[in-house]
């Protein structure tokens, strides 16, 4: 039942998301349980933050990411739940629903502060305490608006904060710590590596709006590196690209090609040149020889 609104959102022979078939039990109480945040590049870059909680990931898109700056309030829109098999999920998501490229950039655990963890999101104030390579500490999930725990419009909003502790301070998490926990890697490695969850094996369609989208996300991606390759961006851009880069021409060709033949010929004369015979010796006077002959 929990995962009804997760499945009927996509489509399982297109997309290498997990269908969540198996069926997990998680631990109750204050007993630390899985906690991941998905760095998402889709129509737009957000984090996906999900605890573990009776058996699925409960889920919330934090768009600017989490802050260890307690004066800051992230905005967190209450999602579908998911399978806690995709905690563990990295890779290109082709077309459809959530069109883009995952990251996963944290994992750990949680541990609640509260005994009642379904009471305090039913309140819609969580409190809890991260342990992950990135996010640690003490942190609170409280609801804006409305008052029913999995409701519709302004029962989705919700404020990611963190508590003021030891791990707590004024950096900029996401900006200093922008790679994957999982590959080491960033977008572009994720669609370069050889998986059957990457842009090789899962190509994005060739035409229409979810093409159009995903072309875009890949050369975003792509610009993000340094290192855009050709293919990926669309085509006005691959001809700038050409334009920047092409080398000057001159009358005989590329500049390039002009100094290559220059040096060509500069050589072939060093090698060919011949040494210029020395002036003969003038011939020596006559007495001079005789006295050289011993002769007077």
């Known amino acids: 039942m929990a995962l009804e609104k997760y499945r009927a959102k996509r489509d399982f022979t297109e997309s290498p998301e997990p269908a969540g078939d198996t069926r997990h039990t998680s631990p109750g109480g204050r007993t630390p349980r899985f906690f991941c945040v998905q760095k998402h590049l889709a129509s737009h870059l957000h ?62 655990t949680w541990t609640p502060e509260v005994d009642d963890v379904a009471a305090a999101l039913k309140k819609g104030d969580l409190k809890f305490t991260l342990d992950g390579y990135k996010l640690k500490g003490s942190w609170v999930l409280v609801r804006t608006k409305g008052n029913r725990w999995g409701g519709s419009g302004g029962d989705r909003s919700w404020l990611l904060i963190k508590h003021r502790d030891e791990w707590a301070g004024e950096v900029d998490i996401a900006e200093f710590a922008p790679l994957s926990v999982k590959s080491g890697g960033d977008f572009a490695d994720i669609l370069a590596q050889d998986n059957p969850a990457i842009w090789q094996s899962h190509r994005p369609a060739e035409g229409g709006e979810a093409g159009a989208m995903f072309a875009k996300i890949i050369a975003r991606a792509l610009e993000m590196r340094g290192a855009a390759a050709p293919d990926a961006l669309p085509a006005e851009a691959r ?58």
Not at 280 to 293: D, S, V, Y
């Open 47 to 108: 984090y996906d933050f999900r605890l573990e909680h009776d058996g699925v990931l409960l889920s919330w898109a934090v768009p600017k990411g989490p802050s260890l700056d307690p004066a800051t309030k992230r905005l967190a829109m209450h999602v579908e739940d998911h399978p806690i098999e995709y905690g563990e999920f990295e890779g290109v998501i082709p077309s459809g629903y959530g069109a883009g490229i995952v990251m996963l950039w944290d994992r750990g």
């Open 239 to 296: 001809r700038t690209k050409k334009r920047a880069t092409a080398p000057k021409k001159t009358r005989g060709g590329s500049a390039k090609q002009a100094a290559t033949k220059k040096a060509a010929v500069a050589t072939a004369k060093s090698r060919t040149r011949v040494k210029e015979p020395s002036a003969p010796r003038k011939a020596a006077p006559a007495r001079t020889a005789r006295r050289r002959a011993g002769v007077r």
